[in-house]
């Protein structure tokens, strides 16, 4: 069993977990704060980022789009009508920029500041940056929410999945980013039911679960948050 260094608020993280569980393959997982730089973690990735896979051999890949290719590589290839790269260049060009869109874009704009003020600063020591939420940086994040929102459901209501005719690495990168996002209740699904039809859809899988199984320490889920019919 292969190994991921991963913290459960971080989309990056839920990313290749449910791109290894949509191939069916289990993960150890070991949870890693990302302010902490452990000596032995800093052993496998120097940049002290997450996610890290420990890979055969324990040979470590780090970054999520880097860990993604490697499993399309070593099993995406096999997997036929169910690779969650497509065959043909153009489709999967588009697959990489949705993936960029939600892992990069929304995390700069959103998602990264609403973890950090909400969820890891209460954890963090005074001197690692930790203490009170920042409200402006919370107020802005979530004026961002809705732009992304309206594309996510503009996205879904004009194709089967985001990126064409099947499930894709740009579902499960969107999926991840909106259930951290969901898990802090900061998701209003009430404007967007097409984004809340595929997001259902997504979170029915069999990849989803452990996801719907995470607790974070001093915060609850939202109510709705393990509910597949929200």
């Known amino acids: ?19 290894f569980g949509e191939n069916g393959e289990e993960l150890e997982l070991i949870e890693e704060t990302p302010w902490s730089r452990r000596k032995e973690f800093l052993a496998l990735n120097p940049a002290g980022s997450l996610p890290v896979l420990l890979a055969e051999g324990d040979v470590s890949i780090v970054g999520a789009t880097v860990i993604a290719e490697y499993l399309d590589e070593t099993r995406g290839i096999l997997k036929r009508d169910r690779r969650l790269l497509a065959e043909n260049p153009m489709d999967r060009a588009e697959i990489r920029r949705l993936v960029d869109w939600y892992l990069v874009k929304l995390d ?25 939420p920042d409200s402006t940086a919370i107020r802005t994040a979530r004026a961002n929410i809705k732009q992304h929102m309206k594309y996510t459901n503009w996205l879904a209501g004009s194709r089967n999945w985001l990126a064409g005719p099947r499930l894709t690495y740009a579902d499960l990168a969107a999926a ?14 009430r404007e967007n039911n097409a984004a809340r039809d595929w997001y259902a859809r997504v979170k029915s899988r069999p990849s989803f679960r452990s996801l719907l199984n995470d607790r974070v320490r001093g915060i609850s889920p939202a109510t709705h948050y393990a509910d597949l019919d929200f």
């Open 1 to 19: 069993m292969l190994t991921l260094f991963q913290h459960p608020m971080l989309p990056s993280c839920r990313f290749i977990r449910l791109a």
């Open 108 to 132: 700069s704009e959103v998602t990264r500041h609403l973890v950090r003020e909400r969820v890891f600063k209460p954890m963090m020591p005074p001197e690692l940056g930790g203490g009170s």
């Open 176 to 189: 991840a980013s909106l259930s951290v996002l969901d898990y802090l209740g900061e998701v209003d699904w």
